[in-house]
């Protein structure tokens, strides 16, 4: 899985050349898909939007926001089926916001019925 991360600053670079930005995302999607290597991913909204859920002696408590306070958060995600771990990376240092914020990468589990 490759996690995009951002930051207001990085947001608001994106803005200010979103058509650059976009096609560049276009293109590297277009890439994966037709590799087969591309399984999925999304979009994720702000961390406004965000509820944080924890359960403390059996009682839900539901709160506003994202679970810890930061600067930067986590803006979406591509699930990439690779050969490679070092593909994986390839792919994620391609992404714009490895060079404004962070990607990170990270093996999926797989689990196996017994």
Same mark, same amino acid.
């Given at each position: 899985?490759?996690?995009?991360? %951002?930051?207001?600053?990085?947001?608001? %670079?994106?803005?200010?050349?979103?058509?650059?930005?976009?096609?560049?995302?276009?293109?590297?999607?277009?890439?994966?898909?037709?590799?087969?290597?591309?399984?999925?991913?999304?979009?994720?909204?702000?961390?406004?939007?965000?509820?944080?859920?924890?359960?403390?002696?059996?009682?839900?408590?539901? %709160?506003?926001?994202?679970?810890?306070?930061?600067?930067?958060?986590?803006?979406?995600?591509?699930?990439?089926? &690779?050969?490679?771990?070092?593909?994986?990376?390839?792919?994620?240092?391609?992404?714009?916001?490895?060079?404004? &914020?962070?990607?990170?990468?990270?093996?999926?589990?797989?689990?196996?019925?017994?």
């Amino acid at each position: 899985m490759l996690m995009i991360y %951002t930051n207001p600053a990085s947001q608001e %670079t994106i803005a200010g050349s979103a058509d650059e930005v976009m096609a560049e995302v276009d293109a590297l999607m277009k890439e994966l898909s037709e590799s087969g290597e591309l399984a999925g991913g999304q979009a994720l909204d702000g961390p406004a939007a965000a509820r944080t859920v924890k359960v403390r002696d059996g009682v839900p408590a539901v %709160t506003d926001g994202p679970f810890i306070e930061a600067k930067e958060y986590l803006a979406g995600y591509l699930i990439v089926d &690779c050969a490679t771990p070092e593909r994986a990376v390839e792919i994620a240092a391609r992404w714009p916001d490895a060079r404004l &914020c962070a990607m990170e990468v990270r093996p999926i589990v797989d689990e196996v019925e017994g």
